[in-house]
């Protein structure tokens, strides 16, 4: 029988993941999905994973009032490209929207406080709200942690409640605005959307990922 220390370290094993490209889209998915959590409401800095490292970093120091509302990440292997950029140009009746070249975000609703981000949840999408962030398209989905005690049961955005979304609305409405500044920032919610429209948008993140990052992983891999 081999000693502890006869073991050798496997890279492959022992290399942490990078969040977006490392880590699966979730094997239910669009219906079940994993979220990497990079923010929690308790958090008074912005936090946001580092594209090239994949370790999250201080995205800017704070100087906004605002608490986000529920945990906040992205979905690991998605991407708002061309056709998440079309979906919204169709549906909202507006031209030449395009993707906002990130991983799709989502707000996760857990009954118990989450105390601190760059963890892992697995969540079921129940909704969405269609962001549209000068001109890209930028859709917060909204989700229960599976199993939740509370948010478990919920299964589309019908389950809501009105306050709840309103605060999220705003949040997202008025995260970006810096004090004192006549500037308002050119974000709009076109509208409110349940769980299909939310499968269909992951389903198409999914597919803009794998256009971005696969096709070029094949391409640059030597011919055999
Ligand atoms: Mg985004």
């Known amino acids: 029988m081999k000693k502890k220390s006869d073991l050798k370290p496997d890279r492959a094993i022992h290399s942490k993941a990078h969040p977006w490209h490392g880590v699966s889209i979730g094997a239910g998915s669009p219906s079940t999905v994993n979220a990497y959590i990079e923010m929690v409401p308790t958090d008074t800095v ?3 994973i580092d594209k090239v490292s994949g370790h999250l970093k201080i995205d800017r120091p704070q100087t906004y009032s605002n608490f986000c509302p ?46 601190h ?61 810096i004090p004192n500044s006549s500037d308002l920032p050119k974000v709009e919610i076109a509208e409110v959307y349940g769980a299909e429209e939310a499968r269909t948008i992951i389903q198409l993140a999914s597919e803009d990922y794998n256009d971005k990052f696969r096709s070029r992983e094949t391409s640059s891999s030597p011919a055999s």
Do not use: M
């Open 46 to 48: 912005k936090y946001e």
């Open 70 to 115: 529920t945990l906040y990440g992205f979905i690991p292997q998605t991407y708002s490209g061309d056709r998440v950029g079309e979906r919204c140009s169709r549906q909202t009746n507006r031209k030449n929207i395009r993707g906002d070249d990130d991983p799709i975000d989502i707000c996760v609703l857990t009954e118990r406080p989450v105390t």
């Open 117 to 177: 981000g760059d963890i892992l949840v697995t969540v079921i999408p129940i909704g969405g709200l269609r962001l549209i962030d000068h001109g890209e398209a930028d859709d917060k989905l909204i989700a229960v942690l599976e199993n939740d005690s509370l948010f478990g049961e919920w299964k589309d955005i019908s389950d809501c409640s009105f306050k709840l979304l309103d605060r999220l609305k705003h949040y997202f409405l008025t995260y970006k605005q």
